[in-house]
Each structure stands twice: as structure tokens, then as C-alpha cells.
């Protein structure tokens, strides 16, 4: 069944959805890359 | 309790009619951007499972606490629980498929994290109650369950909304599977941490935690989740009128593709690709330190192993993202090429001591090994077309389970017989280089054998339904 009205996604609800899966995802990127600096230590 | 008609045809009763694919149609004004998030909220939950080794020592203490004793599990036994997720990983991606295909990605996403969330609650069960085949049943097989379901479940929707960049699509989402380890494992020894006490290691708590967390995650990725509407297409886009060579606008169905020589020949080249990259991934720690002893301490192995990760998460997206613009068969003629350079330069890398040289073959190396995940299901698509390319991609994964045995046990034994035949630790791994470059070539000439699959593959729309009804659904 096809809903035929409008639902217009709005640019707060993009940051939120994006934010919700991106900082965790930054912050394990940030925490990987100080541990991965050992390397060149 | 509702009746609705699934995928099949076939009037089918639903206990959460909210979950049925109905109900997830996007209404015009919905940006396909908040796709990609849903898929993420997924993946990076399930890509956990490549951080469970974390749990691996604090597990062998659960009675000891300080240090083990023998009525603690051994570090063997412990090994058990992710080979078991990875087997059941293979088998219910390609078991509920076309389940998944045909039920939506919503109710996919739901399953997944109920499982997924029980896997971690059996696993506390099983911890408070220091029952390992508890952990096997929860982590292993619930678990496993929810990875193959999981990791399938918003690729076939991805296709659908970006038709102008599927490699970038899926790649979006394949990129958090590779990120979740980045977030399990500082979070998992933070919870650990937090949780521990002299009486306890921390992990019955960490697990029920964890469980929760993602619970909450995957349910919010599986609400906001949406099927485009039939027809729909980007603003712009035009299809093209005529399929390239290696392009089709026509349907496979999931039956009829493993019938042909285009589906075993693209298992032959995810298995080459994974094989070589997994190979090395799960010895890069010893591997490097062997190689250049003195050079690479522990510390900076660590590091390296760090850098590896975040190289493997990056080629999901960027190698995907390419294969939009260079072709997916071209993509993976270079996985074969470079990687065949790369492999075979490593040992030579050992042998000059040369420490930058051998960091850059293993970053690039292992950036391909998750390009080859993340690009293959865009190829199936150009292949079969968009309609059951979830549930073929589902069946392609077992070649992931072959290849994480193969690579493994290959790198190993013929490291522990060369050391046992003398040969100087430093060089134990150069046999296995080459053959890892030699699987490269296998790969490489499956990848130029495949052509466009033959048109008597193709759906008809008269014999559509008669097949699906044909073939019972499998969940």
C-alpha cells in the first residue's frame, strides 16, 4: 500500500540521523588513530 | 495480526505489520540521505564482532579474577565463540536471503537487533553462569544469526535509491561494518573497566551493556529505514536506455543465479581477494615484528594493527566509490594486479629492512581486502540486476566463511613449517607471500572470465511469480 502524501525529510533531521551514527564513528576513528601513532613513535 | 501479500505473492499473516515492506515506502519528499545512517546504525553494531577478541583474556579470569585457574576457560576454548559467529554468519546470510530480500529491509534491521541484542544477553547468562556452550549458543549462533542478517539487510535497499552510485552506496554501509571494531573495542575495555571490581571482571555487566546499546541503535536504524516508491528514481538520473556489456536492466532470480558460471567465478574472486587479506590481517601483529626484530616493537605492531583498521574501513568507501566511475570488473583487476605487486613486494620489503615500504604494502593491501567486500555487491547488481541481488549476496558470503578458514590456517601452518625447517623467522613468511600473490592470479583470471550473464537467466514477468512460488521461501 502506497501512502501517496508528502513526508519532506528536513535538515535537522538529516544532522541528527547522520550525527547518531557518525560521532560514535569519529570517536572510534580519533581513539584508533592516537593508538595507531604509536607506529612512528 | 494482519494479512498481507509478501514477495512471494502469497498471503502471508505478520504478528508487526509496522515491519512489512508496505509499510517502510518512502512518501515523495523523503531524502534518500537518511538511508545510508539507517544502514550505519546497523553495521556498525554488528562490526563489533571483529573487536570480540577484547573479551578473550578477561574471559579466562572469570574465576580467578587476578590471574587464571584451571577451572577457567582456556583461551582455545574461547577461540570457539567467534569462529562459530563467523560460520553462522555465512550460513544464515545465505539461508535467509530472500527472506530478507523479500521482507524488507525494516523487518531485517528489527530481526537483526533482537538477536543480536539477545546473543549478548545469552552471553551474560552464560558468563554468570560460566557455561561456555551457553556463549557458543548466544554469541555464536544467536550472534551469527544477527551478523549474516544484519550485514545483508540494507544493501539491496542502498542499490535502490542511489541507481547513479551504487558502489558508494553500499560502500556507506559495508565502511561501518569495518568502524564498528574502531568503537567495540575502546568501549567494551572503558565498560570493562568501569564494571570491575575485586569480586568481578567486569564482562557479565559489559555484555548486558553492550546489548542494550545496540538494541537501542539498530531498532532507531530500522525505524527511519525506507524503500523507494516503485518507479522512483533521483531527480535527474536518466537509466541507461541500453545495459553496457557487463551492465543488465534485467532481474535474476536468486535460484537461477547460482546456476550460472558468473555467480562461481565472482565467489572464486571474493574468496582469492579475502583469502590474501585475511591472511595477513590476522598476523600482522606477529608478522611484523618477526620481520623486522629490533625495528617494530610490540607497542608499534599495536599501532600498526591500528592503522590497518582504519585503512580497511577507508577502502570499503573510497575502493566502492571508484568502482562507480571505473567499473566494478576493472575495480577488481586491480585488487588482483596491485595486490599480486604489493604481495610480492613485501617479502623483499623484509629483506631490506625496509619498514616504510612494508607499512605501505600492508595499509594498501588491507584497504583492498575491504574494497572487496563493499564493491562486490554493486557487481552482483550489474550482473543480475537489483531485485534478488540481496539474497545472491547473501549465498556469496559463504565465500567469506571459506576464506577465513582458508587464509588463517595458510599463513600459519606454512610459517610453523618453514620455522620447523629452519628457515629464519624473518623470511618464515615469504612462501606464504607468494602464495598469497600466486591466489591472486587464480583470481585475477576468474575475474576476466566473466561475462554478461546469458539472457535465458533473466526473469520473464509471466514466470516471475510461478518461480518465487515455486521455490518455497526458506524462513
Given at each position: 500500500?502506497?501512502?501517496?502524501?508528502?513526508?519532506?525529510?528536513?535538515?535537522?533531521?538529516?544532522?541528527?540521523?547522520?550525527?547518531?551514527?557518525?560521532?560514535?564513528?569519529?570517536?572510534?576513528?580519533?581513539?584508533?588513530?592516537?593508538?595507531?601513532?604509536?607506529?612512528?613513535? | 495480526?494482519?494479512?498481507?501479500?509478501?514477495?512471494?505473492?502469497?498471503?502471508?499473516?505478520?504478528?508487526?505489520?509496522?515491519?512489512?515492506r508496505e509499510h517502510t515506502i518512502a512518501?515523495?519528499?523523503y531524502?534518500?540521505?537518511?538511508v545510508?545512517?539507517?544502514?550505519?546504525?546497523?553495521?556498525?553494531?554488528?562490526?563489533?564482532?571483529?573487536?570480540?577478541?577484547?573479551?578473550?583474556?578477561?574471559?579466562?579470569?572469570?574465576?580467578?579474577?587476578?590471574?587464571?585457574?584451571?577451572?577457567?576457560?582456556?583461551?582455545?576454548?574461547?577461540?570457539?565463540?567467534?569462529?562459530?559467529?563467523?560460520?553462522?554468519?555465512?550460513?544464515?546470510?545465505?539461508?535467509?536471503?530472500?527472506?530478507?530480500?523479500?521482507?524488507g529491509p525494516r523487518?531485517?534491521?528489527?530481526?537483526?537487533?533482537?538477536?543480536?541484542?539477545?546473543?549478548?544477553?545469552?552471553?551474560?547468562?552464560?558468563?554468570?553462569?560460566?557455561?561456555?556452550?551457553?556463549?557458543?549458543?548466544?554469541?555464536?549462533?544467536?550472534?551469527?544469526?544477527?551478523?549474516?542478517?544484519?550485514?545483508?539487510?540494507?544493501?539491496s535497499t542502498?542499490?535502490k535509491w542511489?541507481?547513479?552510485?551504487?558502489?558508494?552506496?553500499?560502500?556507506?554501509?559495508?565502511?561501518?561494518?569495518?568502524?564498528?571494531?574502531?568503537?567495540?573495542?575502546?568501549?567494551?575495555?572503558?565498560?570493562?573497566?568501569?564494571?570491575?571490581?575485586?569480586?568481578?571482571?567486569?564482562?557479565?555487566?559489559?555484555?548486558?551493556?553492550?546489548?542494550?546499546?545496540?538494541?537501542?541503535?539498530?531498532?532507531?536504524?530500522?525505524?527511519?529505514v525506507r524503500v523507494p516508491a516503485p518507479?522512483w528514481?533521483?531527480?535527474?538520473?536518466?537509466?541507461?536506455?541500453?545495459?553496457?556489456?557487463?551492465?543488465?536492466?534485467?532481474?535474476?532470480?536468486?535460484?537461477?543465479?547460482?546456476?550460472?558460471?558468473?555467480?562461481?567465478?565472482?565467489?572464486?574472486?571474493?574468496?582469492?581477494?579475502?583469502?590474501?587479506?585475511?591472511?595477513?590481517?590476522?598476523?600482522?601483529?606477529?608478522?611484523?615484528?618477526?620481520?623486522?626484530?629490533?625495528?617494530?616493537?610490540?607497542?608499534?605492531?599495536?599501532?600498526?594493527?591500528?592503522?590497518?583498521?582504519?585503512?580497511?574501513?577507508?577502502?570499503?568507501?573510497?575502493?566502492?566509490?571508484?568502482?562507480?566511475?571505473?567499473?566494478?570488473?576493472?575495480?577488481?583487476?586491480?585488487?588482483?594486479?596491485?595486490?599480486?605487486?604489493?604481495?610480492?613486494?613485501?617479502?623483499?620489503?623484509?629483506?631490506?629492512?625496509?619498514?616504510?615500504?612494508?607499512?605501505?604494502?600492508?595499509?594498501?593491501?588491507?584497504?583492498?581486502?575491504?574494497?572487496?567486500?563493499?564493491?562486490?555487491?554493486?557487481?552482483?547488481?550489474?550482473?543480475?540486476?537489483?531485485?534478488?541481488?540481496?539474497?545472491?549476496?547473501?549465498?556469496?558470503?559463504?565465500?567469506?566463511?571459506?576464506?577465513?578458514?582458508?587464509?588463517?590456517?595458510?599463513?600459519?601452518?606454512?610459517?610453523?613449517?618453514?620455522?620447523?625447517?629452519?628457515?629464519?623467522?624473518?623470511?618464515?613468511?615469504?612462501?606464504?607471500?607468494?602464495?598469497?600473490?600466486?591466489?591472486?592470479?587464480?583470481?585475477?583470471?576468474?575475474?576476466?572470465?566473466?561475462?554478461?550473464?546469458?539472457?535465458?537467466?533473466?526473469?520473464?514477468?509471466?514466470?516471475?511469480?510461478?518461480?518465487?512460488?515455486?521455490?518455497?521461501?526458506?524462513?
Amino acid at each position: 500500500m502506497q501512502n501517496t502524501s508528502t513526508s519532506q525529510t528536513t535538515t535537522l533531521q538529516l544532522v541528527l540521523a547522520w550525527s547518531f551514527a557518525g560521532i560514535p564513528l569519529l570517536a572510534g576513528v580519533a581513539q584508533t588513530l592516537v593508538n595507531a601513532m604509536k607506529l612512528f613513535q | 495480526m494482519t494479512t498481507t501479500i509478501d514477495g512471494s505473492g502469497l498471503p502471508s499473516r505478520t504478528l508487526l505489520p509496522f515491519l512489512d515492506r508496505e509499510h517502510t515506502i518512502a512518501r515523495p519528499g523523503y531524502s534518500r540521505w537518511m538511508v545510508p545512517p539507517a544502514a550505519l546504525c546497523v553495521h556498525l553494531c554488528i562490526g563489533q564482532a571483529y573487536a570480540f577478541s577484547v573479551f578473550n583474556l578477561p574471559m579466562t579470569k572469570l574465576i580467578g579474577i587476578t590471574e587464571s585457574t584451571p577451572a577457567d576457560w582456556k583461551l582455545t576454548e574461547l577461540g570457539w565463540i567467534f569462529s562459530i559467529a563467523m560460520v553462522f554468519l555465512g550460513l544464515s546470510a545465505a539461508v535467509f536471503g530472500r527472506w530478507v530480500e523479500e521482507g524488507g529491509p525494516r523487518r531485517a534491521m528489527f530481526t537483526a537487533g533482537v538477536c543480536w541484542a539477545s546473543a549478548f544477553l545469552i552471553s551474560a547468562l552464560g558468563v554468570y553462569l560460566h557455561n561456555l556452550w551457553i556463549i557458543y549458543l548466544g554469541y555464536g549462533v544467536v550472534g551469527g544469526c544477527a551478523l549474516g542478517i544484519g550485514y545483508i539487510s540494507p544493501v539491496s535497499t542502498l542499490m535502490k535509491w542511489f541507481p547513479d552510485r551504487p558502489g558508494m552506496a553500499t560502500g556507506m554501509a559495508i565502511m561501518g561494518f569495518g568502524g564498528g571494531a574502531l568503537i567495540a573495542s575502546p568501549l567494551s575495555v572503558w565498560l570493562m573497566g568501569k564494571f570491575a571490581s575485586s569480586s568481578d571482571v567486569g564482562v557479565f555487566a559489559t555484555f548486558v551493556t553492550l546489548g542494550c546499546v545496540y538494541f537501542i541503535f539498530m531498532m532507531v536504524g530500522s525505524l527511519i529505514v525506507r524503500v523507494p516508491a516503485p518507479g522512483w528514481k533521483p531527480a535527474g538520473y536518466v537509466p541507461p536506455a541500453t545495459a553496457s556489456k557487463l551492465m543488465t536492466n534485467n532481474d535474476v532470480f536468486v535460484y537461477q543465479a547460482i546456476k550460472t558460471p558468473q555467480f562461481w567465478l565472482i565467489w572464486i574472486v571474493l574468496f582469492c581477494n579475502t583469502t590474501a587479506g585475511i591472511g595477513v590481517l590476522g598476523q600482522a601483529s606477529a608478522m611484523s615484528q618477526e620481520m623486522f626484530p629490533g625495528q617494530i616493537t610490540a607497542v608499534a605492531a599495536a599501532g600498526l594493527v591500528g592503522l590497518m583498521s582504519l585503512f580497511n574501513m577507508g577502502g570499503r568507501f573510497s575502493w566502492a566509490s571508484l568502482s562507480d566511475f571505473i567499473g566494478r570488473k576493472n575495480t577488481y583487476f586491480v585488487y588482483m594486479t596491485l595486490g599480486f605487486v604489493l604481495y610480492v613486494t613485501v617479502p623483499y620489503a623484509g629483506a631490506s629492512g625496509n619498514v616504510v615500504l612494508f607499512v605501505i604494502c600492508f595499509l594498501i593491501i588491507v584497504s583492498m581486502y575491504g574494497g572487496g567486500f563493499s564493491t562486490v555487491p554493486a557487481y552482483l547488481r550489474d550482473m543480475f540486476g537489483t531485485r534478488y541481488v540481496g539474497a545472491i549476496h547473501g549465498i556469496l558470503l559463504t565465500a567469506w566463511s571459506a576464506a577465513g578458514i582458508a587464509g588463517p590456517v595458510l599463513i600459519n601452518y606454512i610459517r610453523e613449517y618453514n620455522v620447523t625447517h629452519g628457515v629464519p623467522k624473518a623470511q618464515a613468511y615469504n612462501t606464504t607471500m607468494y602464495i598469497m600473490a600466486g591466489l591472486l592470479v587464480v583470481g585475477f583470471i576468474a575475474n576476466l572470465c566473466v561475462k554478461a550473464v546469458d539472457k535465458r537467466h533473466h526473469m520473464k514477468p509471466e514466470v516471475d511469480a510461478d518461480l518465487a512460488q515455486a521455490a518455497p521461501s526458506r524462513a
